[in-house]
């Protein structure tokens, strides 16, 4: 079954670079989540779009933004960067809601490296 | 004090012995409940989920919901080795059509020896 998709998997960027991470959620899915992991965290929720529109924000940074296209991938863009973005970055969609919130399946992340 | 807690372990068990994991809550407006599991460097993955009180079962996997004491836990029966990974749970307030977002416990790392 697909999954979601996430690109790049790896990331090495320096201080004040941006980084663009992309996410591809699973077909009919068309909700989006995106979440920080940093080294033996959990995950942190930074924001998500429910049909392109932002449906909830979380602790993301002013220098961060994301968005939802018309074919419902997303894009998490990151401005500015410091050494304390170096995480595990992952993107989880979720299907069509029926009557309930219905569960987000996350991809394999992408991790950045900031140095 | 996070609005959501779980036992970081490691806990260690036999093969074939049950693990119970458990998470506490203080947020009483949750009302959507998960369980994910977690090998390292790879994404969370969705083992059960549910949004009432009570139990429900899936395979060796059973998930009880107690709302009026804010506790959930996860029993997995004939534990396997390849069931050694770290297990979180997640829930949500269903405050929004969708997106909502997910407040993870910290993950509680389990190890099933052979």
């Known amino acids: 079954a697909a999954g979601v998709i996430q690109s790049p998997r790896h990331l090495i960027k320096e201080k004040r670079e941006t980084a663009t991470l992309k996410c591809y959620p699973i077909?009919?899915?068309?909700?989006v989540y995106w979440y920080q992991q940093g080294p033996g965290q959990d995950p942190q929720f930074l924001i998500s779009?429910?049909?392109?529109?932002?449906?909830d924000k979380g602790s993301i940074p002013d220098r961060f933004s994301a968005q939802q296209f018309s074919d419902y991938h997303s894009e998490l863009n990151m401005s500015s960067l410091e050494l304390g973005d170096s995480a595990l970055y992952f993107c989880?969609?979720?299907?069509?809601?029926?009557?309930?919130?219905?569960?987000?399946?996350f991809g394999q992340g992408t991790r950045l490296t900031v140095v | 004090q996070k609005e959501v807690e779980q036992d970081p372990g490691p806990l260690s068990v036999p093969e074939g012995a049950i693990v119970s994991l458990n998470c506490t809550y203080s947020?009483?407006?949750?009302?959507?409940f998960m369980w994910y599991r977690q090998y390292s460097r790879k994404g969370p993955e969705l083992l059960m989920y549910?949004?009432?009180?009570g139990n429900k079962e899936d395979g060796r996997f059973t998930a009880q919901v107690d709302k009026s004491s804010k506790y959930i836990s996860l029993f997995i029966r004939d534990s396997q080795p390849s069931d050694s990974a770290t297990y979180l749970c997640?829930?949500?307030?269903?405050?929004?059509?969708?997106?909502?977002?997910?407040?993870f416990g910290g993950g509680t790392r389990v190890l099933v020896k052979p």
């Open positions: 077909p009919r899915h068309d909700t």
């Open positions: 989880a969609s979720s299907p069509r809601r029926v009557e309930v919130n219905t569960e987000a399946f």
């Open positions: 997640a829930m949500s307030v269903l405050e929004k059509a969708a997106g909502n977002k997910l407040t």
């Open positions: 779009f429910y049909e392109k529109m932002q449906s």
């Open positions: 947020n009483s407006a949750f009302q959507y």
């Open positions: 549910t949004y009432s009180s």
